[in-house]
């Protein structure tokens, strides 16, 4: 798992680095980092020597990363020239920087020197992002044409806690972080700032305490995804049973006994009015009409496409009153805000997977994803899987994970109603609740990122038996 950490866990942990170290060394290491990061970028296009780098430099430690990067790029024969935005600079690097060789540019012609630019650095805010950088018009023009922008630790604007961009924050082609990846590096819309990110190591591993956010890898993923064994049985990976579907939505229904049966479900139990459409695409599936006459499941999936009258509200009554593993979504998410008396006693596990809007409904506003999914599984005692261009999952008590393979592919109807079935089948399986929903997000976005396509939800089914299979073949 990679970890994520917040600006003040970051402080804390240089300041216990920096009483281990001489004066300056940190910085050293971090500067020399970001220069050799720049170095290859420059080399990818074209060479080293005799290119051109502007620096854009703040007033803080990060400003003093850009202008030490300065003098090691000098040393290997780069132009550099620093424009700088405030009068005051990090203690030392300035004048470590013009005895380099470094020159210093004018504001005003600012915008015309990043255009002859093969690389600039953004080193005006990074970790002490928290407003709108500034700018002035022909800056962040010339900006936003840069095609190799690198940016130290955070891009100036990007909030790196809550992920919030501001109006003019910087998009970066690559960001180089000190230490450990901030949270801001995976939380839309930050993340779509940062370009790729870079990690170099400065040593405050021992100094960092617990995690405010973890992501998973393919690794974790796929590495732990159920597998048959040699003597296993069609019940060895669990039964998933699915109250899903309408008279009027019986897509969703059959959307989400593919999801169930591609992420391999031992077998998937449906209930529900839209047993006919199921059967046709998936006769694999065991098909009711009623959830009392389902029989035995590992785990419940209630609620895509269900609806929300009478009818629909018993549906989630009587999953909800059974002693297994529920994941409630779509439409039983906006019965349950009606009745949210329905988890009270729940002693077996419940995942909730709401959207932005669906979330509002049950738990109120969004300040930002990761503190908003947290509280409310806090208040509800559930996993709560809160979707959108960054999905988080949280547990409470628990380290949420935020989920890196979003992709703007599953901005399409139905594709929520296929994750709930992939994480349908982990949970059938005996997955512990927060990491199957962990996990399926991640395979869910993967799947739609592998198309080379527009996808449709009825596309993820097969492209997820694509992946996992591919991922089994590299094993």
Known sequence: MIPMYTAEQVRDA???RMREVPAGSLMQQASYGLAQVVLRLLRASGGVYGRRVVLLVGPGGNGGDALYAGVTLLRRGV???AVLLRSQTYPGALPAFLASGGTIGPQDEAASAIDDAHVVIDGIAGLGSSRDVGLAEPLRVALARHRCIVAADVPSGVVPDSGRAAADAIAAHTTVTFGCFKTA???APAANHCGTVELID???????????AHVLSADDVYGSWPRQ????DKYALGVVAIAAGSSTYPGAAVLSVGGALRA?????????????PVLAAWPEAVACSAIADAGRAQAWIVGPGLGTDER????????LALDVTALVDADAI?????????LDGRTAPTVLTPHAGEFRRLFGDIDDPLSAAQRAAEKSGAVVLLKGPTTVIAAAGQTPFVNPTGTPQLATAGSGDVLAGIAGALLAAGIEPQRAAAMAAYAHGEAAASAPYSVLASDLPGLLRDRLEGQQCNR
Do not use: W
């Not at 064994?229 to 296993?232: E, K, M, Q, S, V």
């Open 264 to 276: 391999k479900a031992g077998m998937v139990r449906y209930a529900g009015e839209a047993s006919e």
């Open 14 to 16: 240089e300041a216990a």
């Open 202 to 212: 400065i040593g405050l591993a021992p100094h960092l305490s617990e995690p405010a």
């Open 185 to 187: 590096h995976f939380l």
């Open 312 to 319: 629909a509200e018993q549906a989630v009554r009587d999953v």
């Open 334 to 342: 906006t019965v349950l805000a009606r009745n949210p008396e329905l």
């Open 229 to 232: 064994a040699y003597n296993g």
């Open 79 to 81: 132009g550099v020239e």
